[in-house]
């Protein structure tokens, strides 16, 4: 199932999803309020996300909150430059599902 992505773009669903991001405020998320994060495509909206990853994991996604997250100045040398921004979605799961890392 393709999603279309204005200007003619269509995203799958392991395009869609990126990388799950396992950090330990992540990890602390996905215990207690069953929330995981992803690291996904900067044209996917909220829709194409808790399709992929009802698709991807087979589970029941409740809600998806996302994030644009800006890139930071950083030095090489004599040069400076700025990463990449990325979008974040954390995608909070029904209850009697989960998702499993490792």
């Known amino acids: 199932m393709s999603e279309f992505i204005g200007a003619g773009l269509f995203l799958e669903p392991y395009q869609v999803v990126l990388r799950p991001l396992v950090t330990e405020k992540g990890v602390h ?3 207690r309020c069953n929330a995981y994060a992803f690291e ?3 044209d996917a909206t909220k829709e194409d ?3 992929a990853i009802e698709t991807l994991y ?4 409740v809600k998806v909150n ?3 997250r800006k890139g930071k100045p950083r030095r090489f040398k004599q ?3 700025k990463t990449s921004g990325w979008k974040k979605a954390v995608v909070i ?3 009697e599902h989960r998702i499993d890392f490792f």
């Open 29 to 31: 998320k996905a215990e």
């Open 40 to 42: 996904v495509h900067k």
């Open 49 to 51: 996300i808790k399709d």
């Open 58 to 61: 087979n589970v029941k996604v």
């Open 66 to 68: 996302t994030q644009n």
């Open 79 to 81: 040069r400076l430059f």
């Open 93 to 95: 799961l029904d209850k």
